[in-house]
């Protein structure tokens, strides 16, 4: 308790200095740890920013299966699911995918006007239509497009016969969506060709939407493709997932095993993720280069500073070799001061450092990037 009475008096009587020392301490503290918390900042940012700004397959993949209508989906999802279980692990894969959205295409045709129509399930499609009507829920039920109703002259309750189906009921009409979505932008071409004729690839009327029934019942010999879409759940994938994802990411989409089960994958999600990569290293050298200078400039004024502070004790050093202490005494009582102001100046400095960087953060960083403090800011 003497001790730090004494230690009070002396910061005290030489305030100044004192002052001076926790100054420049605890702004080379924050200029130590502004660095390391902004750089864990600027990643994640970066990887949101480029992740969100990727088309739909630069952040996710597209997995294609074609055979009957009716059994290819448990096959394709089977199959998708030990590949990703093996190259991912069961756990990454439901943390950093979203739920996938899974179809099924066929084909059908209008003999009357000699044009064919994709008849599709594709899961949850009735929330993503405004549709008058209801939405289809039992076997041969469809929904047709405000288009394809007004070409062919089908309405709510008409009946589609001989389309290479069977007889079809149509129980709703929708308006056909804005093609850019997540959920339609792979497929927009091909379900409403009428509506986008300058990419259309297919041609022919906009797709009837049935339930899944209609194609579980559909006969073997039934032909259409199956796919199965995800994306990347931007929000749970951290800075860390980044370097092992992309290495998982391309072992699956050059999956031999889907290869060989004729399984197509689409995706540029490694890409995107080695992008991230690169502008982590571009972020990284002008963010170490300024916070190394700041701190090699704070640290030789501190050691000026607290060598005159120091110094400036010299009277009482002797005083205390003349009453007999020790080395190991006279060096504790030499550098005290100094050492307590700079074990109260360094946590002062780091929170002030993590302040500053979650301020500049949340102006030039993607909105809702979190600021954390992480070990090497200590």
Same mark, same amino acid.
Request: charged letters at 10%.
């Given at each position: 308790?003497?001790?730090?009475?004494?230690?009070?008096?002396?910061?005290?009587?030489?305030? &100044?200095?004192?002052?001076?020392?926790?100054?420049?301490?605890?702004?080379?503290a924050a200029a130590a740890a502004a660095g390391?918390?902004?750089?864990? #900042?600027?990643?994640?940012?970066?990887?949101?920013?480029?992740?969100?700004?990727?088309?739909?397959?630069?952040?996710?993949?597209?997995?294609?299966?074609? &055979?009957?209508?009716?059994?290819?989906?448990?096959?394709?999802?089977?199959?998708?699911?030990?590949?990703?279980?093996? =190259?991912?692990?069961?756990?990454?894969?439901?943390?950093?995918?979203?739920?996938?959205?899974? #179809?099924?295409?066929?084909?059908?045709?209008?003999?009357?006007?000699?044009?064919?129509?994709?008849?599709?399930?594709?899961?949850?499609? %009735?929330? @993503?239509?405004?549709?008058?009507?209801? %939405? /289809?829920?039992?076997?041969?039920?469809?929904?047709?497009?405000?288009?394809?109703?007004?070409?062919?002259?089908?309405?709510?309750?008409?009946?589609?016969?001989?389309?290479?189906?069977?007889?079809?009921?149509?129980?709703?009409?929708?308006? +056909?969506?804005? +093609?850019?979505? =997540?959920?339609?932008?792979? @497929?927009?071409? =091909?379900?409403?060709?009428?509506?986008? /004729?300058?990419?259309?690839?297919?041609? &022919?009327?906009?797709?009837?939407?049935?339930?899944?029934?209609?194609?579980?019942?559909?006969?073997?010999?039934?032909?259409?493709?199956?796919?199965?879409d995800d994306t990347l759940a931007l929000g749970?994938?951290?800075?860390?997932?980044?370097?092992?994802?992309?290495?998982?990411?391309?072992?699956?989409?050059?999956?031999?095993?889907?290869?060989?089960?004729?399984?197509?994958?689409?995706?540029?999600?490694?890409?995107?993720?080695?992008?991230?990569?690169?502008?982590?290293?571009?972020?990284?050298?002008?963010?170490?280069?300024?916070?190394?200078?700041?701190? *090699?400039?704070?640290?030789?004024?501190?050691?000026?500073?607290?060598? =005159?502070?120091?110094?400036?004790?010299?009277?009482?050093?002797?005083?205390?070799?003349?009453?007999? @202490?020790?080395?190991?005494?006279?060096?504790?009582?030499g550098l005290s001061e100094p050492a307590a102001?700079?074990?109260?100046?360094?946590?002062?400095?780091?929170?002030?450092?993590?302040?500053?960087?979650?301020?500049?953060?949340?102006?030039?960083?993607? /909105?809702?990037? +979190?600021?954390? *403090?992480?070990?090497?800011?200590?």
């Amino acid at each position: 308790m003497r001790q730090l009475i004494a230690l009070g008096r002396g910061l005290a009587h030489r305030a &100044g200095s004192a002052v001076m020392i926790f100054i420049v301490a605890a702004v080379a503290a924050a200029a130590a740890a502004a660095g390391p918390v902004y750089y864990q #900042a600027s990643q994640a940012s970066i990887l949101r920013d480029v992740v969100a700004s990727a088309p739909l397959i630069g952040r996710g993949y597209e997995a294609t299966l074609t &055979g009957s209508v009716s059994g290819t989906l448990a096959t394709l999802r089977s199959t998708l699911a030990q590949e990703l279980d093996r =190259d991912l692990g069961a756990g990454a894969v439901s943390r950093v995918f979203n739920p996938p959205v899974a #179809a099924i295409e066929g084909q059908g045709s209008d003999v009357a006007i000699s044009q064919t129509f994709p008849l599709v399930w594709r899961s949850g499609f %009735c929330a @993503h239509l405004v549709i008058r009507g209801s %939405c /289809p829920t039992a076997a041969e039920h469809v929904i047709i497009s405000t288009s394809t109703a007004r070409i062919t002259g089908w309405h709510i309750g008409s009946q589609v016969r001989d389309s290479g189906w069977p007889t079809l009921t149509v129980t709703g009409i929708y308006k +056909p969506p804005g +093609p850019n979505s =997540d959920y339609w932008v792979l @497929h927009a071409p =091909d379900y409403f060709p009428f509506e986008l /004729p300058a990419s259309s690839t297919a041609g &022919g009327l906009d797709a009837l939407f049935t339930p899944q029934a209609t194609m579980t019942d559909a006969p073997l010999a039934q032909q259409g493709t199956t796919t199965i879409d995800d994306t990347l759940a931007l929000g749970r994938v951290r800075v860390g997932d980044v370097v092992p994802l992309t290495a998982d990411l391309t072992t699956f989409v050059n999956s031999v095993f889907l290869s060989g089960q004729n399984v197509i994958v689409a995706s540029t999600a490694p890409s995107t993720l080695a992008s991230v990569q690169a502008s982590w290293r571009t972020v990284a050298v002008p963010v170490a280069l300024t916070t190394t200078t700041v701190l *090699l400039l704070s640290w030789l004024l501190l050691f000026l500073i607290v060598t =005159d502070a120091v110094d400036a004790r010299g009277p009482e050093v002797a005083l205390a070799k003349l009453r007999g @202490h020790g080395k190991g005494g006279i060096l504790v009582f030499g550098l005290s001061e100094p050492a307590a102001l700079l074990l109260v100046a360094l946590p002062v400095g780091a929170l002030a450092g993590w302040a500053g960087a979650a301020w500049l953060a949340g102006r030039v960083l993607f /909105p809702g990037t +979190p600021v954390g *403090l992480p070990w090497l800011a200590w």
